[in-house]
């Protein structure tokens, strides 16, 4: 089946009563037949069947076989990395969530686990950082928020060469564009927080793999520190996926036609979208991905301007997070990747300057006029005195 089917239509059973949404098992505990023979379900941190449902929703859409919820995108990040034992290595992208950074810089090496940073961009310096100890190679495609594209098979064989496992963080294009399973990756990552539930409703995190002895290691992590998602959640973004792929096809159409209005204002210096001509990554991410995604970001070279920008819109939110509904703007220098601690700043933090846009499923022309609006509002003094002056002589 298709991925847009595959968001409306459950692939496994149906409910006893013909119920056509899934109903919330909010129950903690499962009545046991006796108490040496134990039925599916036992207790809610371990596994719960609203939560069971949503798992394998998220298998097929990444066309996996198994996949765990968590209570967040972070969540199923540390679950992931519990895999790394101490005195081992993890390579990362050098353009990475503030708060996939965080966890990394400060968590990780108090258990002993070092993280080598390297341009997933670029496979040979993804390749200098491996070592006989590097475990698990971590890379965002697009990134986030400098939208750099990583060659998704390329680092597969590079991870197969050195006996470790590719993790791919998908949340940025969402199953509708991109299978990063398909493509040699391990395990695909989702900050379900975004795309997948899109509503902006709901936090939540996802693992996704093909391998049944790494799930099995990743569940028994799940519920050895209870970090599952909650069956109220899992019911929300059941919901929320109905209507992924209808949300992302109008967000991608959008996205480009902003990405496009960005590219002709003066004020802007360059604008990241893979959707554009001579984004460097173009031609590696359309053999990988079904479309460009609904974040872009720009730069307008002046942090002091772009921050006029954003503060000058009123149609976009000006908010963390990206996939809603609801369009979005923020400074990820200030916001989203504040997070990022100072000693790790000068590799790993965007530009003071650089805008991150997430488009939503608002009318275009509504969003492109805010934008000039804003733009206009927030265009620098002395230009507009300049361009009298030469009007005056
Ligand atoms: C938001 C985000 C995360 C973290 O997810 P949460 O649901 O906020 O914990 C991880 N990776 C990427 C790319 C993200 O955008």
Not at 156 to 177: F, H, I, K, T
Not at 324 to 352: F, N
Request: proline share 6%; net charge neutral.
């Amino acid at each position: 089946m298709k991925t847009s089917t595959l968001c409306v239509r459950h692939p496994h059973g149906s409910d006893p009563h013909g119920a056509v949404a899934p109903p919330i098992y909010q129950t903690a505990t499962f009545r046991q037949p006796t108490a040496t023979e134990f039925g599916e379900y036992d207790y809610t941190r371990t596994a719960n069947p609203t939560r069971t449902l949503l798992e394998q929703q998220l298998a097929a859409l990444e066309s996996g076989r198994f996949a765990a919820a968590y209570a967040s995108g972070l969540a199923a990040l540390t679950a992931l990395t519990r895999l790394v034992n101490q005195g081992e290595e993890i390579v990362a992208g050098d353009d990475l969530y503030g708060g996939t950074v965080r966890l990394l810089e400060q968590v990780l090496p108090r258990y002993g686990v070092a993280v080598r940073y390297a341009d997933a961009a670029d496979p040979d310096s993804v390749r200098r950082e491996l070592t006989p100890r590097t475990r698990l190679i971590l890379v965002e495609t697009p990134t986030n928020p400098l939208l750099r594209v990583a060659d998704v098979r390329a680092l597969s064989e590079l991870a197969r060469g050195a006996g470790a496992l590719l993790a791919v963080d998908n949340s940025m294009l969402s199953p509708c564009l991109q299978k990063p399973l398909k493509l040699g990756a391990d395990v695909v990552l989702h900050s379900a927080t975004k795309f997948l539930g899109g509503h902006s409703d709901v936090t939540a995190g996802a693992l996704v793999t093909d391998d049944e002895e790494l799930h099995r290691r990743l569940c028994f992590q799940q519920n050895a520190e209870g970090s599952g998602l909650s069956p109220f959640e899992s019911w929300l973004l059941l919901r929320g996926i109905k209507t992924l792929s209808l949300r992302v096809e109008r967000q991608c159409s959008t996205a480009l036609r902003v990405a496009e209005f960005l590219s002709g204002r003066p004020e802007v210096k360059r604008v990241f979208y893979p959707g554009l001509q001579g984004h460097p990554g173009r031609d590696v991410h359309r053999g990988q991905a079904r479309g460009d995604g609904a974040v872009l970001s720009f730069a307008t070279g002046d942090a002091e301007l772009s921050r006029r920008v954003v503060e000058s819109v009123r149609l976009f939110d000006i908010a963390v997070s990206f996939g809603s509904v609801h369009s979005s703007i923020s400074l990820p220098c200030r916001m989203s990747h504040a997070s990022i601690p100072p000693s790790a700043r000068e590799r790993l933090a965007p530009p003071p300057d650089l805008v991150r846009v997430s488009v939503g499923i608002e009318d275009a022309e509504d969003l492109l006029a805010d934008l000039e609006q804003a733009f206009n509002v927030a265009r620098p003094r002395e230009r507009k005195t300049e361009a009298v002056a030469y009007v005056g002589a």
